[in-house]
């Protein structure tokens, strides 16, 4: 699956490329818009972003959970030896289990409350053009369908804005790059 991401100018245009993909089999799943007149969107039937799409709280929950159940085993161990006297018969691998799972939660938790706040990179990128009344498609295809899709949109509208997260933009959003 890719994401294409189309910048398109208007209300009307973002509702018929919504049609066009629906007619190309895309389901209202795959289709996700972003804007700041989202409630016409939703009055004419086009499936609003959530969060999910248009903040990096799916990635901020990853990373969470990748430094959050290290840190948790390693507050384990250093609790249990110096507890070790005060924890009577709970044993050492119950201990680190336990803590490395409550390091894991407390990671993912405090992580997507930083990244709810954090937009994403397409988001962020066209903030400019939202602020005006654009609108910003996002659109899951699949791979062997990317160029029909593409090629579809851009024939009828050439006026929109066609876009693919590159792997230097996927980086610097996943904080190692730039």
């Given at each position: ?59 901020a929950a990853k990373r969470g959970l990748i430094y959050g159940l290290p840190l948790g ?106």
């Amino acid at each position: 699956m890719s994401r294409l991401y189309f910048l398109t100018p208007d209300l009307d245009t973002t509702v018929n490329i919504a049609r066009e993909l629906d007619e190309l089999g895309l389901s209202k799943d795959q289709v996700h818009v972003t804007g700041e007149n989202w409630r016409q969107l939703e009055k004419r039937g086009v499936h609003n972003a959530t969060l999910r799409e248009t903040s990096d709280v799916v990635n901020a929950a990853k990373r969470g959970l990748i430094y959050g159940l290290p840190l948790g085993l390693v507050l384990g161990v250093v609790t249990y030896y110096a507890l070790e006297n005060m924890i009577g018969d709970m044993s050492f691998l119950m201990i680190a289990i336990g803590m490395t799972v409550f390091g894991g939660l407390f990671g993912i938790w405090s992580s997507t409350m930083i990244g709810v706040s954090v937009p994403d990179v397409k988001i962020e990128k066209y903030k400019d053009d939202l602020g005006e009344g654009a609108f910003l498609m996002m659109v899951d295809v699949p791979n062997n369908r990317e160029s029909e899709i593409n090629s579809v949109i851009h024939r009828h509208h050439p006026e929109v804005v066609i876009d693919k997260v590159t792997q230097e933009e996927k980086k610097h959003h996943a904080g190692v790059g730039r």
